[in-house]
Every structure is written in structure tokens, then in C-alpha cells.
């Protein structure tokens, strides 16, 4: 697989892109395990068995733009899944439905204004 730089990257939510962003990180998937451990398990060990996938999550993080339609769009927080599309500068794309879990602003002392938001991935990530 061929590396790819970062810059230029670009994150939308529902169609509508979140402007000034400078980081995102995806949590990754995360699989669940159930305990099966009884009396007759050899050794005294535990015994798990897989069970779900949890898909994760998206940190973005960026400068505080209150005229962004992008921005607006994680501060609505809707009850309702949205398709979030991460385009990669060689045009590659990683594509999920989320939710909007958290969005908040940091107003340091001598530095611009930032957000940040975290969107809870909810079924498969595609690639493509």
C-alpha cells in the first residue's frame, strides 16, 4: 500500500464540509468479548468468546470559525445519524454514519480560538 500524506485532508458531516480543521484521529474498531469461564475451564484461565464490534470514534479538532457551515453542523447536534466522509489528499476515502457525541470551544491566553468535536461511529467504515 502506497503512503499518503495528511495535509489537505478534508472532513465533511452530511454533506457539508467542517472547515478549519488541523487534526483527526479515528479511535478504531474495538471488539467486545463475553467471559465463559466456568468450573471445568482448563487451568483455573478465563475463556472468552468474541462478540460485537464497537466502530469507535472521530476526534476533530480545529480553529473556532462561527461563520463555518461545517462547524454549525456539529454544534445542531440531531438526534439523527449523519454520513461522514474523510477524503484523503490522493483522493482515497473512509466513509461512516455518527452521531454528533460532544463538541466543545478552548480559548487559550495567547492562541486563536479551537474546537473540538467527537463523533460516535455507529455500523461499518468503508474504504474506498
Given at each position: 500500500?502506497?503512503?499518503?500524506?495528511?495535509?489537505?485532508?478534508?472532513?465533511?458531516?452530511?454533506?457539508?464540509?467542517?472547515?478549519?480543521?488541523?487534526?483527526?484521529?479515528?479511535?478504531?474498531?474495538?471488539?467486545?468479548?463475553?467471559?465463559?469461564?466456568?468450573?471445568?475451564?482448563?487451568?483455573?484461565?478465563?475463556?472468552?468468546?468474541?462478540?460485537?464490534?464497537?466502530?469507535?470514534?472521530?476526534?476533530?479538532?480545529?480553529?473556532?470559525?462561527?461563520?463555518?457551515?461545517?462547524?454549525?453542523?456539529?454544534?445542531?447536534f440531531s438526534e439523527t445519524s449523519a454520513t461522514c466522509l474523510i477524503?484523503?489528499?490522493?483522493?482515497?476515502?473512509?466513509?461512516?454514519?455518527?452521531?454528533?457525541?460532544?463538541?466543545?470551544?478552548?480559548?487559550?491566553?495567547?492562541?486563536?480560538?479551537?474546537?473540538?468535536?467527537?463523533?460516535?461511529?455507529?455500523?461499518?467504515?468503508?474504504?474506498?
Amino acid at each position: 500500500m502506497a503512503k499518503t500524506k495528511s495535509f489537505g485532508t478534508t472532513i465533511s458531516l452530511g454533506g457539508t464540509a467542517i472547515g478549519s480543521v488541523t487534526e483527526i484521529t479515528r479511535s478504531g474498531t474495538e471488539r467486545s468479548f463475553a467471559d465463559v469461564t466456568n468450573h471445568g475451564s482448563s487451568g483455573g484461565f478465563r475463556e472468552f468468546i468474541p462478540t460485537l464490534l464497537d466502530p469507535g470514534t472521530i476526534d476533530v479538532t480545529g480553529f473556532f470559525d462561527d461563520a463555518d457551515g461545517g462547524q454549525d453542523a456539529l454544534r445542531a447536534f440531531s438526534e439523527t445519524s449523519a454520513t461522514c466522509l474523510i477524503t484523503l489528499p490522493n483522493s482515497k476515502t473512509i466513509s461512516m454514519s455518527v452521531f454528533v457525541q460532544s463538541v466543545g470551544e478552548s480559548v487559550p491566553l495567547d492562541d486563536a480560538v479551537q474546537f473540538s468535536a467527537t463523533l460516535k461511529i455507529t455500523g461499518a467504515t468503508t474504504y474506498s
